[in-house]
């Protein structure tokens, strides 16, 4: 189990580090047959994934909280786009925040969240008691938190991963290297795909 945030107490039975647990290799999902990391999702496509407004998401942006890895903006008219693995974290701040962390420990669990790999998400299970946030990989780490006596709320990484994606899956994606706009399985958006056709 791993923390970031405030420590418990002086010793910390749970120092920051690494999981040596490790499940099978699972990438990003693709859209119609591009590689993963040539696909993009615009700040309005990321907000709709996530249930934020654009207002937050731009802030998020701008302060540093989370910041797109595929094309930040470099100006006005230019267009953030936020890799997969950015609306799983936006997502998981959303939920953090939704449940009264501190910015200052959220802020720390993102920077934890970047550092580790993709593989490691799916099986992570984040846990917080409002003060701090711990990283479990694990059913036992989960119940040597619970047996603390405190209350404390969990994320399971996995599971918001499947709801970002499948929530993706119904929305766009842009192709990085040429710019195509990608549409998503949403029976209802005929207006892209005809655009799609026409361009």
Request: aromatic residues 6%.
């Amino acid at each position: 189990m791993s923390s970031t945030g405030d420590s418990r107490a002086a010793g910390d039975p749970y120092p920051l580090r690494g999981s040596s647990i490790r499940p099978p290799a699972r990438s990003a999902p693709a859209a119609q047959g591009a590689a993963p990391g040539l696909i993009g999702y615009r700040g309005p496509t990321a907000c709709a994934a996530v249930g934020i407004t654009y207002r937050q998401l731009d802030y998020w942006a701008r302060t540093g909280l989370v910041e797109p890895s595929v094309r930040p903006a470099y100006g006005s008219g230019t267009q953030r786009l936020y890799s997969f693995r950015d609306v799983v974290v936006l997502k998981i701040v959303k939920r953090l925040l939704d449940a009264g962390v501190s910015l200052q420990n959220i802020r720390a669990a993102v920077k934890h969240l970047r550092s580790r790999g993709v593989e490691d998400l799916e099986r992570m299970t984040l846990m917080s008691d409002g003060a701090t946030v711990y990283e479990c990989s694990s059913p036992d780490e989960v119940v040597d938190l619970l047996q603390g006596g405190q209350g404390v709320f969990g994320i399971a990484v996995g599971v918001v991963w499947r709801d970002v994606e499948a929530a993706l899956s119904q929305l766009h994606a842009e192709r990085v290297d040429t710019g195509e706009t990608i549409v998503g399985d949403n029976p209802a958006d005929e207006l892209a795909r005809r655009r799609n056709r026409a361009g």
